[in-house]
């Protein structure tokens, strides 16, 4: 099969149409396929031979944009096995087919029904086919090939970046590069001149060119002033079909604004200033303002002012103020129109930022001269020190002369001043002035300690003028006299403890005195001379103004005196000295070995153990419950009596219960222990009393021998042979407990009832490690131990 193509544009195509009529076949971009082996159809043998070409397309054309009232022809498919005679039908499927697409199935003519975009879609991929209309059977293989959408210049050229923003420094040379500009056209590039765009200028000469290649802008002039002109508007104009007539354009707006350089100097508008300042103006304050114009802007225009000759260089400064680039003249020194009635001053503004590319259009600084005229004017008066300091001393007499001011009129007229202390409604008016002279006197008697310093204002008037003042201020510091003594620095609580040594420092005091250090301290300590000699306690001058206080003797006692007392007498380094006498309370308390004062009143003995009130409660709770059982439990036993031998016929073993108590040592009837205190001193021997003894008994002259050669081992081991050969003894164990001591050992006793009256070298100190509850016994041998070093 063969497909044709009647697609024409331009001239040569058409001979191209001619020829591809003429001949059947197109011979250019025409693409061979071929197949080793055919498509096996239904109901024939497959056949192992090479088949001839079955297909030869090309690549179809089809013009975009086609506006014309019938469907655009695109060319034809044709398969070598139609005859003409309508048995073949041809199938088109694919990209658009049936919707953009249509295909005549006899003819096998294709066309387009819409109008198409390039821009859009570039080509169609379709599939032919050629089957038999009788069987619907495939003829030959289905084959792919191609509709091209052809371009025409439909598209005009677009600036999507515009419009343009962009600055250039002024006074930039000829041909300065300022944008590059870039238009885009849609149509197909490879394809004509539909794309190809050039650039033109429409609005912005003779100040700008643009290249109409690259879109390149440039500057047209040399040295374009800012100051001249600093905004400009250019049009860029972009066209296609390289700019031949009938193409289409685009433009945009490119907005170029010239920035400011360094290109103009200072200037001042005059070359002569005058500027009047009156004499009362004061010391740092400004007093006029100058400025020397720049064309420039930013920080081209920044500029530095300074005084560079003159005769007032010395009373006079300037400062540039930033914001305003103005030049601020301040008075350095104060004005005496008396003395000086005129200055003048050079004053030069210059460029802080320069740029040497500009330099030939300098100097960039300007200068002018300045005439200052100082005024007259009536002035206060003018105190002959900024300040004043006096001294008086306190305890002085009612109009105690303190000191002198002096003020004087600096004017020429030389007015008479008046003085007066301004006070405030709180004040406490100490002092006053005499109006005329100046001088200060005391209007009370002054106390150093309760006001060491005055600070006063006085003010000065002319006569002429009572309003114009001046001011001065006056202190007043008050000297201190020697009129008052020492005395103690603090109330003291001094404790001793009862078992201080003699010379033991118990306790160290110091004194303070009002007044100052000339007549305070040295501090002197020393007991009243009048007095007889303390047998207590003494006092001991330390010289740095302390005393020590110490003990005279050993032991004190509580019980005996609790509280002492000790008077004293303090004098201080004044001339003339003072002194005064105070009284010491000492107390006496108990001490810890290492000094700790434990307590200083009488307490009991469980106070002093370190019991609480809470434990005592819970102590004697204790012992009321246990009274409480032991009585129940009398009362229960008192209430259940059993008879003490029990019957013959009861062979079993028990316990006898005796619930009866003894006499203890004084009764001889119920049980007779002497035999076991002392086996010498039995007379008889006893036997039990509930039963009937059976034996003989044994004279009581032998016994005695017997007992008298036998120790007491062996006299135990001759009753336990007897209570166990005795046939009287009924069926069941008795315990008998001999409760004799024996005989004075060699080590001697271990009682401590004898230990206080012999010498040991026992040392008792461990006990007051033993905790609270042993604070007492360790108190107690701790003075017994005192004694005997004593």
Known sequence: MKITSTSCICPVLVCLCFVQRCYGTAHHSSIKVTRNQTKHIEGETEVHHRPKRGWVWNQF????????????????????????????????????????????????DIHSTKSLDREQKTHY????????????????????????????????????????????????????????????????????????VVYSILQGQPYFSVDPKTGVIRTALHNMDREAREHYSVVIQAKDMAGQVGGLSGSTTVNITLTDVNDNPPRFPQKHYQLYVPESAQVGSAVGKIKANDADTGSNADMTYSIINGDGVGIFSIS???????????????????????????????????????????????????????????????????????????????????????????????????????????????????????????????DREETPWYNITVAAS?????????????????????????????EYDIVVCENSKPGQVIHTISATDKDDFANGPRFNFFLDERLSINPNFTLKDNEDNTASILTRRRRFSRTIQDVYYLPIMISDGGIPSLSSSSTLTI????????GRVRTCHAEAFLSSAGLSTGALIAILLCVVILLAIVVLFITLRRSKKEPLIISEEDVRENVVTYDDEGGGEEDTEAFDITALRNPSAAEELKYRRDIIPEVNLTPRHQTLSTLESIDVQEFIK?????????????????????????????????????????????????????????????????????????
């Not at 034809?76 to 295909?103: P, R």
């Open 61 to 108: 054309f089809v013009l975009e944009e086609h506006m014309g009232p019938d469907p655009q022809y695109v060319g034809k498919l044709h398969s070598n096995s139609d005859k003409g005679d309508g048995s073949v039908k041809y199938i088109l499927t694919g990209e658009g087919a049936g919707t953009i697409f249509i295909i005549d199935d006899t003819t096998g």
């Open 462 to 490: 002319e006569k002429d003028n009572p309003g114009l003042l001046s001011h001065v201020a006056v202190g007043i510091r008050v000297l201190d006299v020697n009129d008052n003594p020492p005395e103690l620095a603090r």
């Open 320 to 446: 540039t103020d930033k914001e305003t680039r103005e030049g601020i003249l301040s008075l350095k020194k104060p004005l005496n129109y008396e003395k000086k009635k005129s200055y003048t001053l050079n004053i030069e503004g210059a460029n802080t930022h320069l740029d040497f590319r500009f330099s030939h259009l300098g100097p960039f600084k300007d200068a002018t001269m300045l005439k200052i005229i100082v005024g007259d004017v009536d002035e206060p008066p003018l105190f002959s020190m900024p300040s004043y300091v006096m001294e008086v001393y306190e305890n002085a007499k009612i109009g105690t002369v303190v000191g002198t001011v002096l003020a004087q009129d600096p004017d020429s007229a030389n007015s008479l001043v008046r003085y007066f202390i301004e006070y405030n409604a709180e004040d406490d008016r100490s002092f006053n002035i005499d109006a005329n002279t100046g001088i200060i006197k005391t209007t009370k008697v002054l």
């Open 718 to 790: 001759q009753r336990l042979a007897e209570a166990d050969l005795d046939p009287s003894v009924p069926p069941y164990d008795s315990l008998q407990t001999y409760a004799y001591e024996g005989q004075r050992s060699e080590a001697g006793s271990i009682s401590s009832l004898d230990s206080a009256t012999t010498q040991s070298d026992q040392d008792y100190h461990y006990l007051g490690d033993w905790g609270p509850e042993f604070k007492k016994l360790a108190e107690l041998y701790g003075e017994i131990e005192s004694e005997r070093t004593t």
């Open 125 to 196: 991929v379709l599939h032919a086919q050629a089957i038999d209309r009788r069987t619907n059977k495939p003829l030959e293989p289905e084959s792919e090939f191609i509709i091209k959408v052809q371009d025409i210049n439909d598209n005009a050229p677009k600036f999507t970046d515009g419009p343009y923003i962009v600055t250039v420094p002024e006074m930039s040379d000829m041909g300065t590069s300022v944008l590059q500009v870039t238009a885009t056209d849609a149509d197909d590039p490879t394809y004509g001149n539909s794309a190809r």
């Open 587 to 594: 107390r006496v308390c108990a001490c810890e070995r290492d």
